[in-house]
C-alpha cells in the first residue's frame, strides 16, 4: 500500500545539522546525493523550522532527493507547493516519472507545465526526458515540433531523444535523418537507438552497414547488433558475431553472454552451449558473467532446446543455491520437461513453484497445459485450465485455448476441441484451426477436416500447412480425385509446400539433409549406411507405412520414396561421422514421420546409441528400442 504525499512538519523529525542555525546553503548541502526518503524528511522538516524550505536551491533538491528515493508522490506534492516553480522544477519530476516507466504522468506534468499561468517553456533538459515517455507517435511529432520551434532540436540531449522516440516508433527514415544530422561523431545511444531501430523493423542489412561504418564500436553496439540477429531468425550470425567481439577484444557482459545462449537455442548446437556456458561462474576458467537468475534461465532454455534437458536441469539446481529462481527460471524448467515429454516432472514443478511462494504467470500455464498435451493428461490439464481463472484470476488468453485444442484433438476428442474453439470469446487464431485440422487428418475425422479447412480457406488464413493436412486426409482415405483438387487449390492460391528438412550436430558442426538429398561428398557412404539402416529395421520386423506416401504410386516405390526421407539420411551421416555407442541429434522443421520414428526406435536399439529427434513440436528421446514420447505425439 502507498504512502499518502504528506510533507514533513516543523515537529515531526530530529534536527540533522548537528547544532546551529539552519541556512539554505547548508540545507542544500546536506540535501547533495541524498537518496533516503527518511533522511530527505528530516532535513525538510528542519529546513521548515528555519523558514529556509521555499529557498529555490533548497525545494529542488528536496524534491530530487524524495524522487531518488521513489517517493515521487512526495516529489510532486513539494513541486506544487512550491511559489513559482521553474522548468528545472518539473523537468525533474518528469525524468523521475519517466526513467521509472510511468510514462503518463511524465507526460502530464509536461502537459501542466506548459499550461501553467507561469508561461514556462521547455528547455533542452525538459524534452530530452520527456521524449522518452511518447508511446504515441503524435505526441512525439508534437514535442519534435516544440523542439524546432524553440531552436533545441540541434541540442545533443534533444537530438538523441528525439531519435530514440523514432526508433522506438519504427520510424526508420526519420531516425535515420536525424542520426546523420549527428555526424560525424553520434552519441552512443543514438548509434544503440539505431542499430535497434533497423532491427526492429527487420532492416539487418541496414543495420549491420552502419554497424560496420562505426569507427569505434563499445560492447552496447555489439549486444545491439547481436539482438537484431537473434529477434530476426538469423542465429549463426549473432553468434559469428559474438566471437567477432571477442577477437576484437571487447568483453562480453550478462546481455552478450544471454543473446548468445539465445542463437544456440536457435541453433540447437549444445557444443557451442557449452562454449558459452565456460563464460559464466561455476562454468568454467573463462568464467565473465555472474550465474544469476537471468544468466541461468537462459542457460536452462538453451540446454533444453539443444536436447540437453540432464545439463538443463543441472543449471536449474545450482540457481536454487544462490535464491535466484524465480518464476521465469521456473517457467523454462517447465517448458524443458513439457517439450521432452517428462509431463509428471512438470506438473511437479509447478507444485514446487507454488509451495515456494511464487504465483504462476499465463507463460506457467502455457508450459503446464503444453505438458498435459503431450502426455494425454486430459483431466489434468482440464483442472489447470479450469484454475486459472478460478484460483489464480489469469484470464485464459488464445495461446491457452490453443493448448487445450492440442490437448483434447491429441487425445481423440475433436469434436470436444472444436466445441471449445466455437465457445472461445476470443477470436481462434490460425494456429488453433491448424491444430483442430491437425488432430482432424490423425484421427480421420474427415467431415470435420473439411469443415475446418473451409474455413481456412475461405478467410483467408490457409497456408501451406492447411493444403498439406488436407490433402493427406484424402490421400488416406484413397480420394485421388479430391488430392489433385487441393494441390491445384495451391498452385493457384501461389502456396508453396514447405519442403522438409532434417540437420544433424556433429561436433559445432550442422549438416542438413532433404530427401533424396545426394549433395553431400560424402553421398556414397551416406546411402551405403543407409542401406545397412533399412536393413536393421527390416529385419527387425518393421514393416514401411506405405500410406504415408501421398502420392498414387505402387508399394514399392513408396518404399523407395519412404528410404530416403530426411531424417533417415541424417540419421545414416551420423552413424558414420561419431564414434560407435555415442549419441546422435537430429533436428527437424517438420512433425516427425510416423516410418522414421519407427526406424530410429529399431536402430537406437540396434547400435546401442542414444538419439535425440527434435521435430517441430517436441523432442523424442530413442533408447534401447523405445521413445520417450510413448509413440504419443
Known sequence: MSTAAVLPSPASTRHPAGGGALTADRAAALLAGCASASRAAEIHAAAVRASVDQDKAVAFRLQRAYAASGRLDLAVALLRRTPDPTAVFYTSAIHAHSSRGLHRAALALLSEMLLSRHGLLPTAHTLSASLPACGCLAVGRALHGYAVKLALSGEPYVATALLGMYARAGEAAAARALFDGMRPDPHVVSVTAMLSCYAKMGQLDDARGLFDALPRKDLVCWNAMMDGYTQHGRPSEALRLFRQMLRSGVEPDEVSVVLALSAVAQLGTAESGRWLHSFVANGGRRARVRLNARVGTALVDMYYKCGSLEEAVAVFRDLGGGGDRDVVAWNAMINGYAMHGRSRE????????????????????????????????????????????????IVPKVEHYGCMVDLLGRAGRVEEAFDLVQSMKAKPDAAMWASLLGACRLHKNLALGQRVADYLVGNGLANSGTYVLLSNMYAAAGKWREVGRVRSMMRASGVQKEPGCSAVEVGRRVVEFVAGDRSHPRSAEIYAKLEEVNSIARARGHVPHTELVLHDLDDAAKERALAVHSEKLALAFGLISTPPRTGIKIVKNLRACADCHAVLKLVSEATGRKIVFRDRNRFHHFVDGSCSCGDYW
Open 346 to 393: 512438470a506438473l511437479e514443478a509447478f507444485g514446487q513453484l507454488r509451495a515456494q511462494g511464487l504465483w504462476p504467470t499465463d507463460i506457467t500455464f502455457i508450459g503446464v497445459l503444453n505438458a498435459c498435451s503431450h502426455s494425454g493428461l486430459v483431466d489434468e490439464g482440464r483442472a489447470l485450465f479450469a484454475a486459472m481463472e478460478e484460483e489464480y484470476g
